[in-house]
T-cell receptor
């Protein structure tokens, strides 16, 4: 158990809908990362937050947004969902958010868009 | 641009034999290299990392990896494979000034009893 929690575990929804994925980092970690894992794209970095501020952005679509709250938990919002958004979404956390930090991954949320 | 290659989609090895999972990287600047393992329906678990110093890095569950700067490689090794090592293995790289990992495509390790 990494200490990173994600809810929900599974999410089934329809095209055009909006969903929110939630992540709680390990105790003491200030940085949160979001990744998308799909069969055709592999593991793709989406976005990173450090202590409430956006620090780095990857291949995140404009339909997707995230935030990190004062208690350091983070939410990833996915809107106008398409079939291709079906994937495993992972949250990771690290202590400082630097390049050498180890990122600890949560169990993931499996999103299925029908 | 940073990139990581895991040239083998799958590696099969007999239980008790040594295993190697290959990883090569391309970065500008000093690389920071990581190995993770993913079991079915689970998140990624950290195995080991290379930041600087000794080229041979020891990690969890008896795994080790050797950083080779001239060959830009960071292969994962274990002297004696277990059936329970069967999983998906990911190599990742970051570099100074970047805050994200770039992951390889993963290598599925199958250890045969």
């Amino acid at each position: 158990d990494s200490g990173v929690t994600q809810t929900p575990k599974h999410l089934i929804t329809a095209t055009g809908q909006r969903v929110t994925l939630r992540c709680s980092p390990r105790s003491g970690d200030l940085s949160v990362y979001w990744y998308q894992q799909s069969l055709d794209q592999g593991l793709q970095f989406l976005i990173q937050y450090y202590n409430g501020e956006e620090r780095a952005k990857g291949n995140i679509l404009e339909r997707f947004s995230a935030q990190q709250f004062p208690d350091l938990h983070s939410e990833l919002n996915l809107s106008s969902l398409e079939l291709g958004d079906s994937a495993l979404y992972f949250c990771a956390s690290s202590e400082g958010g630097g390049s050498t930090d180890t990122q600890y991954f949560g169990p993931g949320t499996r999103l299925t868009v029908l | 641009a940073q990139s990581v290659a895991q040239p083998e989609d799958q590696v099969n090895v007999a239980e008790g034999n040594p295993l190697t999972v290959k990883c090569t990287y391309s970065v500008s600047g000093n690389p920071y290299l990581f190995w993770y393992v993913q079991y079915p329906n689970r998140g990624l678990q950290f195995l080991l990392k290379y930041i600087t110093g000794d080229n041979l890095v020891k990690g969890s569950y008896g795994f080790e990896a050797e950083f080779n700067k001239s060959q830009t490689s960071f292969h994962l090794k274990k002297p004696s494979a277990l059936v329970s090592d069967s999983a998906l293995y990911f190599c990742a790289v970051s570099t100074s000034g970047t805050y994200k990992y770039i992951f390889g495509t993963g290598t599925r390790l199958k250890v045969l009893a």
